[in-house]
Each structure stands twice: as C-alpha cells, then as structure tokens.
C-alpha cells in the first residue's frame, strides 16, 4: 500500500533563505508524485507534478522538486523564500487505483521577515 | 468558470442534527470527489463520482454519510445524525477524465462543519 511521509509539520525560514520541505514515499507500483499548496482560507492547489521523464520538475512561483527513486523521495526546494510563501503544503502520490491519492499529513511553512 | 464552489463555507450544528454540503464542479469536469480534512492532517478520501455514477465509497464513510450526483453536475454530502467526530473540513475537487493519471485535482475551499 502506498503512503506519505512529511518529515516536519512545520518549517520556518527566514525571508531569502533557501526553503526545503521533505517528502518520502512508499509505492508498490511506479509513482505519480504530486505537491499541492493551500493559502489560508483558500483550496488545496497544485504546485508541481512528476509524472514520468525529466526527474527535476518545476513548478508554479519559483518552485521545483526532484524524483529520487533510490531514496523514495521527492523534496520540494526554492531558493529564496518570500513571504508570500507561507502556506502548508501536501505531497501525494497516486494510489493504486484510479481515483484517489494518498496525501501527506502536510507542512506548514512560516516565513521569518 | 471560476472554478469548484462548495456551500455552505461554515455550518454549526448540534449533534444528532443532519447537515447537507453543496458543491458545484467547473463544469466540462465529469469526475467529483469529497475528502475530508482535520487540524494537522492531509485530507483523506471519501468518494468518488465519475458523472453521476458513484464509483467507490471509502471504509471511513459510515452509513450516516450520503452522497449524491444526480445528473453528474453538482453533488451533495449528507451527514445524518451528527457526531462531534464528524467536525472537519469537507473538501470537493473536480477533475477531467483522462487525466486520471496527472492527478490535477480542482479544489474548492471547503466548507467546515462544528458539531457542538
């Protein structure tokens, strides 16, 4: 059975650092690996997607993650945080079947001015 | 389109009431899903509807939790008899068929239910 594992409930960094928000995953089957972020009071939406190919994606404001099999990971990184950042943030990999996906507990970022 | 709306965004309710959440898909979306979400958790699947078929049921829905899509637009949650357990944040996402494996899943902002 798959399952996420997001080391750190909460992370803060300071504005301008670099931003690192971890995620391991278990799968029996060839993941599809996915992070989505949620802005206070506002929907889940997606942020970046691994699906197949290119094992460094890039997302949506300045965000990218990495595909390592070998460790069963895949870690989202940016290299200067902003303060328009904070949010939490999910990992989620597709499950077996077609309908669902598995979601990490999430990580909330907080940004120190 | 301006996306997944869900309504109401906030109900209170005592327990033993029932409660009936809407959501409302962007529309060339065929394929609707209900999660639910706590404080410091992911959210966690509920069901699933491609059109107005409701193709899988999660274990953690009992049988006081209802959902309908009748004619594979809008959808509807029904909690009857609540319980405080059933506080949480109840999410609706929509997606496009053949997409099923990029996992783009539209969210609306969720509606929250307190159950005093």
């Known amino acids: ?113 | 389109d301006t996306g997944v709306s869900q309504d109401p965004r906030h109900k209170i309710t005592k327990r033993g009431q029932n409660v009936t959440f809407r959501c409302d898909p962007i529309s060339e979306h065929n394929r609707l899903y209900w999660y639910r979400q706590t404080l410091g958790q992911g959210p966690e699947f509920l069901t699933y509807f491609q059109n107005e078929a409701q193709l899988e049921k999660s274990r953690l829905l009992s049988d006081r939790f209802s959902a309908e899509r009748p004619k594979g637009s809008f959808s509807t949650l029904e909690i009857q008899r609540t319980e405080q357990g059933d506080s949480a944040m109840y999410l609706c996402a929509s997606s496009s068929a053949g997409e099923r494996e990029s996992g783009e899943l539209f969210f609306g902002e969720g509606s929250r239910l307190t159950v005093l």
């Open chain 1, 1 to 113: 059975a798959q399952s996420v594992t997001q080391l750190g409930s909460h992370v803060s960094v300071s504005e301008g650092a670099l931003v690192l928000l971890r995620c391991n995953y278990s799968s029996s089957v060839p993941p599809y690996l996915f992070w989505y972020v949620q802005y206070p009071n506002q929907g889940l939406q997606l942020l970046l997607k691994y699906t197949t190919g290119a094992t460094l994606v890039k997302g949506i404001n300045g965000f990218e993650a990495e595909f390592k099999k070998s460790e069963t990971s895949f870690h989202l990184t940016k290299p200067s945080a902003h303060m328009s950042d904070a949010a939490e943030y999910f990992c989620a990999v597709t499950s077996d079947s077609n309908y669902q996906l598995i979601w990490g507990a999430g990580t909330k970022l907080i940004i120190k001015p």
